[in-house]
């Protein structure tokens, strides 16, 4: 009798090429050369009995029987490592408080959380969506939450500043920040810009602002917005432009041409805040899985 169903090698391969989008990328996360992961989803295929990428220039996407499996795959492999860790006596078992910056892959992150929960399923989650400046400040009230992920600009500022503020947590992502208008625009956006704007406590609007001004870049503000929830409607609905970083994107929302009189970004890191003197076995493993899951 034949063998039913599919290699977990090969599923954490197609995830990792599904989610980067390319073949190059998925290799990277895998720690493969880009001729084995091509061999594996090649494999992968033949099982499937059906195609599961579309290949094209700008990468790869899911081909519809490809969005299907990649659910299954993902349930899969957290089956998987919950069992493990299960084994291991690493399963967390508990109540769990997560405050995230709402700049962090806020088009992924209830994906990444239901794989958390799903690798955990004795663990009960409690997130939080917050501004960076928020959860930087109450990095030592316990009373606030157990675990918090922030968003940091990489200046040079950032890096002289060493063994301070940041040295001992997590970098768990880095990413571009770019220019980001209306999809729909039609026209590229020209000076005096308008510009849309999150409240002043937000460190990289501040960075924005102060940025302009010192490059003597013409703008009036168009909008304010309470989160980036609200910052990437009002760009959707055309009312400006705004400075977002890369996983932001989408929905309606795109990167602005190079070439339209803006001054260069700096890419922005996630960072989980490091371990608070006393803090229970749950949390700081917890903390060690969350980093595998963020990066």
């Known amino acids: 009798m034949s063998q039913r169903g599919f290699d977990l090698a090969q599923l954490r391969t197609f995830v990792a090429v599904a989610e980067s989008g390319g073949v190059s990328a998925g290799a990277e996360r895998v720690f493969l050369s880009q001729s084995s992961v091509s061999e594996q989803l090649k494999k992968l295929e033949e099982r499937a009995g059906q195609p599961l990428f579309v290949r094209g220039r700008q990468g790869v ?5 490809g969005e ?7 349930r899969i492999i957290a089956m998987s490592e919950a069992a493990f860790d299960d084994l291991q006596g690493r399963s967390l078992d508990g109540e769990l408080r997560i405050a995230i910056t709402d700049y962090f892959r806020p088009h992924d992150i209830a994906r990444i959380l239901k794989t958390f929960s799903e690798q955990h399923p004795r663990l009960k989650l409690h997130v939080t ?3 960076s400046a928020l959860i930087d400040s109450s990095a030592d009230d316990h009373a606030s939450f157990d675990i918090g992920l922030s968003a940091r600009l990489v200046t040079g500022q950032t890096r002289a500043r060493g063994a301070s503020a940041g040295a001992a947590s997590i970098v768990v992502r880095r990413e571009k920040l770019l220019w980001a208008s209306c999809a729909d625009a039609g026209t590229r956006p ?18 924005v602002v102060k940025l302009l001004d010192e490059h003597k870049v013409p703008y009036v503000v168009s909008h304010s917005a309470s989160g980036v929830a609200g910052l990437q ?5 055309g009312l400006g432009i705004s400075c977002l970083n ?7 929302v795109v990167a602005c041409a190079a070439n339209i009189g803006l001054p260069p970004l700096p890419a922005i890191e996630f ?3 490091p371990g608070r003197p006393g803090e229970s076995e749950l949390v700081s493993n917890a903390r060690d899985a969350l980093v595998r899951l963020f990066a």
Not at 61 to 65: L, M, R, Y
Not at 233 to 237: G, I, M, R
């Open 61 to 65: 996407s899911p081909t519809p029987a």
């Open 68 to 74: 299907r499996l990649l659910e299954h795959a993902r």
């Open 129 to 131: 969506v917050q501004p």
């Open 190 to 207: 020209a000076a005096p810009y308008r510009l849309v704007l999150l409240p002043s406590t937000c460190q990289l609007q501040r960075f």
């Open 233 to 237: 409607l009002a760009l959707k609905a």
């Open 246 to 252: 890369e996983s932001s994107l989408g929905g309606g």
């Open 271 to 273: 960072h989980l805040l």
